[in-house]
């Protein structure tokens, strides 16, 4: 090969690879909340419907990492080596079990075995709905665990922790790792301003559960976020003012059977007003 051939043959090398590099399709943009504190994820109970690998598959397609665990995709029955191959199957999509629950209790037998069932998963954070009278119990073991224990709150449909403020009032003397999943959803169904009660009560909130609603009562019900009642760029904009470091998770209860693009919606809106309230 002489000079004037190898030159060519550099010149052209060099034209190719400056053409390949600006025809490189550009990479999606980053999640929005990628630069925020709080994380979004999406409660296990969305999926009461389809298996692990469904679920799985679903968030891995709307770029979410974080699940709350529900009993049913991992019993509480589960060996450690179901517990393992659980955590294996969720790290192959890209996804991290944060919490177990909701989780109902109704005795301290209950309440026992639930607290070692998130020690053998490995969670920090217990969503649960105890009883009342046990709440002596779950301070107790709370203490001994060192777990965040969040009382999932249901508005008015159950005789018990209705709203944030239902929940303050039974936990503000207990440990302060006992607190609430706050649904906002249901928190305004039961006549209350799901804003307002995160900044009043942020001190202990540990979960959220994320969700749009009809009205301001019983009456009211699940829809896809955004096309209820809730205001969520002041939602977003005192997630940031009370510097919320957990997760947002998205509990989607409209179409149950097939919830798939109700989720989507949901996750869409929710990211857009992350980014419009930048």
């Not at 709440?135 to 107790?140: A, C, F, I, N, Q």
Request: proline residues 5%; neutral net charge; charged residues 30%.
């Amino acid at each position: 090969m002489n000079k004037n051939t190898l030159l060519l043959t550099v010149v052209l090398l060099s034209t190719f690879s400056i053409f390949a590099q600006a025809q490189k399709r550009p990479a999606p943009q980053p999640a929005p909340e990628t630069s925020e504190k709080f994380k979004l994820g999406i409660a296990g109970y969305t999926f009461h419907k389809f298996d692990l690998q469904t679920t799985l598959e679903t968030l891995q397609r709307c770029d979410v990492q974080y699940l709350c665990i529900k009993d049913f995709h991992l019993p509480v029955k589960s060996t450690d080596e179901e517990i393992a191959a659980f955590h294996k199957k969720c790290a192959e999509y890209g996804v991290k079990g944060y919490a177990v629950g909701p989780l109902y209790m109704k005795s301290e037998k209950d309440i026992d075995k639930f607290f070692e069932y998130a020690k053998r998963v490995g969670v920090k954070t217990i969503v649960g709905v105890p009883e009342y009278d046990l709440l002596p119990y779950v301070d107790k073991k709370v203490k001994e665990y060192g777990f965040n224990y969040a009382i999932h709150l249901h508005g008015p449909d159950i005789d018990k922790f209705p709203d944030a403020e239902d929940v303050w009032e039974h936990t503000k003397d207990l440990d302060p790792r006992i607190g609430m999943c706050l649904d906002i959803g249901h928190d305004t169904r039961n006549g209350k301003d799901p804003v307002a009660d995160l900044k009043k009560y942020h001190s202990r909130v540990f979960d959220i559960h994320l969700k749009d609603v009809t009205g301001a009562s019983k009456q009211g019900y699940s829809v896809e976020v955004g096309r209820g009642i809730i205001d969520f760029p002041a939602f977003v904009k005192m997630l940031r003012k009370v510097n919320y470091t957990g997760v947002v998770s998205l509990e989607h209860e409209r179409n149950m059977g097939d919830p798939f693009m109700g989720i989507a919606e949901s996750i869409g809106y929710f990211r857009a007003m992350v980014e419009a309230t930048k």
